[in-house]
Each structure stands twice: as C-alpha cells, then as structure tokens.
C-alpha cells in the first residue's frame, strides 16, 4: 500500500510540483536581494559634486588672485587667503574615504595628488601676495589653471562612467525582471498543480467517503429489510400454517362454514402477503427509474370511489367516509400510480386505527394544486418520529405490532413528487393521523409544454 502509494501519479506531480516551487522560490529570492543591492546608493553623484565644487573653487581662487594683483579694490588679500582655503578644503575630499576609493578605481588618483601638492606648496606665495605683483600671479596661475582642466576631465571621465554603469545596470535589471518573471511563473504554475492535485485528492476522497456511506446505507437498508421482511411475513405465513395444518387435521370432519373460514384467512394472508411484495417490488422500480409516469385525463372522484368500494367489499365492517364533491372532473395524472398512493394511505388508515373508528377520505382544489386527504382516529405518529415517516423501511413505535413493510408512505411521496407535488402529515400521538397528497391541477412538469 506505502509503495504504490510513492509510485502514484498524485505524489509524484505533487513532489515535483513542491520542488519546482521551492527552487522558483529561492532563485526569485536571489535576485530580489540582487537587485536590492543594485539599488544601493553610488558615490559617482557625490564626486560629481565634489569634482564640480574643486574645479569652480580653482577658477574663482585664480580670479580672486588675478583681481587683487591688479588693483580690483573689491578684493583683499583676506579674500584670497580665502578662497585659497576653500580650494584646499575640496580638494581635501579626495585624500581620505570613498572618494579616494572612487579615484583608485578610475585610474585618476596618482595624477590628482599632483596637483594637490601642488596647490598646498602655494601657501607661501599666497601669504606673501602684493598688488602689482605679476610674478606671484603667474606662478599661482600656472597651477591653479592646469588644476582647474584635470578637474574638467575628471568630472568628463566620471560623467563618462555612470553613463556607463548606468546602462550596465538597466540591462541587469531588466534581465533580473525576466527572470524574476519566470521564476514567478513558475511558483504559479507549480501552485496551481499543487492547488489541482489537493482539488482532485479531495474530490476522489469525497467520492470514496460518499461511496462508503451509500454502502453503509444499503448496507443498514438491506439488514432493515431482511430483518422487517422475515418479521412481517411471518404472522401471515404462521396463518397460513395454523389453518392448513387444522385443514389437515380435521380433513372431511371440517363442516363447509369452518372450511370456508380457513380458507378465507388463508387467502386474506396471501393477499397481505402479494400486497406487501408488490409494493416493495413497485418503490425499487421506481427508485431505479423503471416506473415511469403516464398521466392522462383522470376522472378522481371515480379512481376514489371504486378503491374505497374495494376496500368496503373486504373489510365490510369498516366505515369509510368519502368526500370527493371538491374535486374537478378531469385531473390529468397517472391514476394507476395515485391509485397506488391512496392505496397505501388507506390501508394504513385502516390498519393503525380501531375497527369502529371512521377513516376520512376527501378530495378538494386548492388554488392551481388538487389535495387528496385520508384521515383517521387511530394510534397517530409520536411528535419526535414525525420527520421520519417517509425514510423506507422506518416504522414508528407505535406501529411496531401491526404488519407492514415501511415501504408505503415512501413510495406514496415518490408518486406525489413524480407529479411535481409532495405529501404532508399531521398527527398527534393517539389520536390519529391526516396524510394529504398534493400536486399540479395541471399536466406533470415533465409533461407540461
């Protein structure tokens, strides 16, 4: 059972399916944190800045020196030392941390230096600078210009760089979005199988669970049938029996009123006997669908009154009242099947109720539906087994010692629900029943056009 179980075609989708997910998942993780570190913050915008601010601080520093050389009263020498001060503070920025990193990286460091040492041995002639002085000009000129133009390049060469770095990781990017994008597909699909082959699972294990109940109902059905059958059938064979054996006793000695007596019981228990049988046989006909309806134009009031008449002739000491003057005179319905229907209400009427006990049976229209009631005075169905009088084989306490199938009231609804009606009762626990059949005035919906 455990190896064909690893071997089914459930657990394996479904392994290969877990797997699929897990490993989908993992690299979609990986290129999410990828990603994630793609988008951390560059230094290429800081030196841009940086580069930017030292080139414009070498060109106002070089200005500030050629206007205070000529005799600009706007300039001091304070502003100089000023700008001169500014200047080597930006280029400070390229000694130490990231930056310095950066411009390892570019190639650019060695050459920079340069210049800066260049810049920090002009303090002297910074300090000492007069007006007029040409000389101190040209000479702070000549480092501050070429200062200013590597700086310019430098800021080209970065510009040139993240331009670069840019597009690098656009193309990773929308390579990873790809990928993402098949990684997701495949915790999609992967899921979906998963999700088919739990969907499935549950179905097969919903079918097997309903499969077992409906044998365990059979089951329970059949032992209720057997063990009702064998008890039922046994009064009518033991009368039966009693009176054939007492035929064989006396033989010739019997006067014709006591044999015409035995006979009769004999008779009336085989007619229980076929009664019974044929209900049963009829209720699994219908349940398998071989009983099908055929409704025609049915005069009730004569259906009704030809059955009661049936049941006077055998049971003549049994008063029945009959009220069919509500009924219509045609009702289109199967009357074999209805016929069978009131049978069973009737003789259940009869059988639960006292031999002086009147049974009523009355037809009447109600709106567009035709009500068939029969009503007696009998033992009645107690209050807590009401909602199951009509389950097969279910017989209620109180008609535990009066011969019966449990078949009829089920089979009674069948044919009232075949219709496109149903069958109602109400009953108080000993003082009788009423079982009402209703159903369309009209054709059957399965007949109706």
């Known amino acids: 059972m455990t190896v064909r179980l690893f071997k089914s075609q459930a657990f394996l989708l ?9 490993i989908s998942l993992i690299f979609a993780s990986y290129r999410l944190v990828h990603i994630e570190r793609s988008l951390d913050p560059d230094t290429t915008e800081d030196m841009l800045w940086a580069i930017t601010q030292a080139q414009f601080e070498s060109l106002r520093f070089a200005d500030s020196v050629n206007r205070f050389i000529n005799g600009d009263t706007m300039v001091q020498q304070s502003d100089v030392a000023l700008r001169y001060d500014i200047l ?41 600078i007069a007006r007029g002085n040409t000389l101190a000009e040209t000479q702070i000129r000549a480092t501050a210009q070429p200062l200013a133009m590597h700086l310019r390049d430098l800021a080209n060469k970065t510009m040139l760089r993240e331009r670069d770095r840019a597009r690098a990781l656009r193309d990773d990017r929308g390579r990873t979005v790809i990928e993402l994008s098949g990684y997701m597909l495949g915790v999609l699909l992967s899921g979906a199988v998963l999700v088919g082959v739990l969907v499935r699972s549950r179905r097969d294990v919903m079918r097997a669970e309903e499969s077992l109940h409906r044998q365990q109902e ?32 006396r033989g010739t000695a019997m006067s014709s009123e006591e044999i ?7 008779r009336d228990a085989v007619s229980g006997l076929m009664r019974m049988m044929q209900i049963t046989l009829n209720a699994a006909r219908l349940d398998e669908g071989e009983l ?13 009154d030809s059955l009661c008449d049936r049941y006077q002739q055998t049971e003549p000491e049994r008063r029945l009242i009959v009220d069919t003057a509500g009924l219509p ?8 099947l209805i016929e069978q229907a009131l049978s069973n209400l009737i003789s259940n009427a009869l059988k639960f109720s006292g ?31 009401l909602p199951y009088v009509f389950k097969e084989f279910f017989r209620a306490r109180t008609a535990e010692s ?48």
């Open 14 to 22: 479904s392994v290969g399916a877990i797997v699929v997910f897990l």
């Open 218 to 249: 059979l089951s329970r059905m059949y032992r209720t049938l057997v063990s009702m059958v064998t008890h039922q059938f046994g009064s009518p064979l033991a009368v039966i029996d009693s009176s054939a054996q007492r035929i064989l006793r």
């Open 292 to 304: 099908s309806l055929r409704p025609e134009e049915t005069d009730l009031r004569r259906l009704i």
């Open 260 to 266: 015409t007596t035995r006979t009769t019981y004999i």
């Open 88 to 128: 080597r503070s930006r280029l400070s920025l390229f000694e130490t941390g990231e930056p310095k990193r950066y411009l390892l990286q570019l190639s650019a460091l060695g050459e920079l230096e340069r210049y800066i040492n260049a810049t920090s041995d002009m303090e002297p002639e910074v300090q000492a």
């Open 329 to 336: 005179p045609h009702v289109y319905c199967d009357p074999t």
């Open 355 to 385: 031999e002086a006990a009147p049974v009523r049976i009355y037809g009447r229209v109600e709106g567009d539906s035709i009500l068939l009631s029969v009503e007696d005075k009998g033992v009645g169905i107690p209050a807590d087994e």
């Open 402 to 449: 009066v011969i019966g199938t449990g078949i009829g009231l089920s089979f009674a609804r069948n044919i009232a629900r075949l219709h496109g009606g149903d069958i109602e009762v109400s009953s108080v626990e000993g003082a009788g029943s009423t079982f009402t059949i209703h159903f369309p005035f009209g054709k059957p919906p399965a007949q109706r056009s």
